[in-house]
């Protein structure tokens, strides 16, 4: 046994769940001052955590002794971790990051669910991992109540801890056969929403349209919801994504969205925005959420303290072993991407079509002069609507860029963080906003890099509405427009360019 696992046989012990060991403990002080009577609700090897007449209470172990029936075992090596949550993303991807994560600790990996992580010397089972499939209010109230400690999701609960592990994204999927060049988002809301029967009435053939999906409360439909603003409505429901996408493949005037990674036999029906944008599910555009229908996978927490064994797994999931544990599985990386600035033509493209009156031929040079020679990486920051918060997923990446920051990564090179804005209101106020939300991004980002010297931070640049990604005319694409991307270059040709 490693000297670490032997540390965490003596420390971890059973985790034991609310409805199979709740029973009546006594937790006494060593010196005998203090004792607590309760229910015991589990124990991590560390901490026990009892429900008293003082409410429920974490009582580090190595501080009292234990008395009762329920008491655990205090040598038991093995941990029992039970996710639950979404369905298709669970069971494809936590067998890959289980076996990753036990590859990474030295530990003889058994597949299956539970998968068993043992040492490879003694052969002693040190963890137990399982997955069970639940619709979110299933899997939020096992959380809660101690009988899971992790929820797959793709949305995420403000009093629940969240952990960003992949990403992928929702495309709307046709049979083969179908002659639809493509949707707009606003057509594809219509679809969602129950108002459209016929293919015409969006620009396809005279014939019934069809729309499938799952279940409502599926994890996927939540999302679809959230992001329409209304219920989904579909016609025919299936069980799984998998059986989606093949009916889907199998009835020529079918519609339906799914998960790319879930595309099976479907044909992915090309997306635009309102504006006729062509709106592309890249690699870098997912990871960017430059695609509106960007669909991050989350691990959800309870706030409280989780066993050792599971604070180990969420803190792997940053790890280059766990983020190739995501490729393998099918679904896109969080590992930080960069393209030659040059590659985009399609953006300076849509920077011309789209460059309202107040946006100048001097406004535009400026822009090109910065993104010459630069390479854009796809750590991209949003906020939550309507204030100057990050989203779960800009927190998740400004978490990322602070560990390559420290881990010098950037080395002899130069960083931008560039400001952008919507088109709507003055251009001149749009400049100005565009600025104070890149400058934002580096007060949050010295707040986790504290004494890095002012020369290796990012400088902030403001273009406000001068390179669209989407409409302005709806409220995804202005969601989309406002954003701050960060851009690098040999530190000798850095950036040009004032912010405001």
């Known amino acids: 046994m490693t000297a670490k696992w032997c540390g965490a046989a003596i420390l971890a012990g059973l985790l034991i769940s609310q409805s199979a060991r709740a029973q009546d403990v006594t937790l006494t002080s060593r010196d005998g001052s203090l004792s607590l009577v309760g229910t015991l609700q589990g124990y991590d090897g560390e901490f026990f955590r ?40 669970g069971r494809s991807l936590l067998p890959e990051l289980f076996a990753a994560f036990a590859l990474s600790r030295g530990m003889q990996f058994t597949a299956g669910n539970p998968a068993i992580l043992r040492d490879t010397v003694t052969g002693e089972t040190l963890a137990e991992m399982s997955f069970d499939p639940m619709e979110p209010a ?27 592990v992949a990403l992928d994204a929702l495309v709307p999927i046709m049979a083969p056969g179908n002659p639809m060049p493509r949707i707009s988002t606003t057509d594809l809301a219509r679809v969602l929403a129950g108002e459209v029967a016929n293919w015409s009435a969006v620009g396809g053939p005279d014939m019934p ?30 069980e799984t994504q998998a059986e989606l996408a093949e009916a889907v493949a199998q009835d020529p005037w079918a519609v339906a969205v799914t998960e790319r990674a879930m595309l099976g036999r479907a044909r992915l029906l090309p997306l635009t925005d309102s504006c006729g944008f062509p709106l592309l599910p890249t690699r870098l555009a997912v990871k960017a959420q430059d695609y509106p229908l960007t669909l991050p996978v989350f ?33 896109i990386d969080r590992r930080a991407e960069r393209q030659p600035m040059t590659v985009d033509g399609l953006r300076l493209i849509n920077a011309i079509k789209g460059a309202g009156s107040e946006t100048t031929l001097d406004d535009l040079k ?31 990446s400004l978490s990322d860029l ?35 939300r890149a400058k934002a991004v580096l007060v949050a980002l010295q707040r986790l890099v504290p004494g890095m010297p002012e020369a290796q931070l990012p400088q902030v640049l403001a273009f406000g509405e001068a390179l669209p990604m989407a409409c302005d005319e709806t409220g995804a694409g202005r969601r989309l427009n406002r954003r701050v991307e960060l851009w690098v270059k040999p530190a000798f040709g850095s950036a040009e360019g004032e912010a405001p």
């Open 299 to 331: 691990l959800l927490t309870p706030r409280q303290r989780l066993p050792l064994v599971a604070r180990e797994f969420l803190e792997f999931l940053s790890s280059p072993q766990a983020q190739g544990a995501v490729a393998k599985a099918g679904l």
């Open 138 to 164: 299933a899997a939020r109230e096992a959380v809660l109540s101690g009988a899971a400690q992790m929820i797959v999701a793709s949305v995420t609960e403000p009093d629940l801890g969240s952990h960003a």
């Open 402 to 436: 602070a560990q390559m920051l420290e881990a010098g990564l950037f080395k002899g090179q130069a960083l931008t963080l560039a400001g952008f804005s919507d088109g709507s209101g003055a251009a001149s106020a749009n400049l100005d906003l565009s600025g104070n």
């Open 209 to 238: 349209l069809v729309l499938h999906g799952l279940a409502p409360g599926s994890d996927l439909q939540k999302a679809l919801s959230a992001r329409l603003g209304r219920e989904v409505a579909p016609q025919v429901q299936h």
């Open 366 to 396: 400026r822009l090109v002069a910065a993104m010459d020679g630069a390479d854009r990486l796809s750590l991209t920051f949003r906020f939550e609507g309507g204030t100057t918060t990050l989203d779960a997923a800009s927190q998740s």
């Open 50 to 89: 009892i429900d008293t007449s003082y409410g429920l209470l974490t009582v580090d172990g190595q501080g009292v002794t234990c008395d009762g029936p329920a008491c655990p075992d205090m040598l038991a090596p093995k941990a029992v971790i039970r996710f639950v949550g979404a369905q298709d993303a």
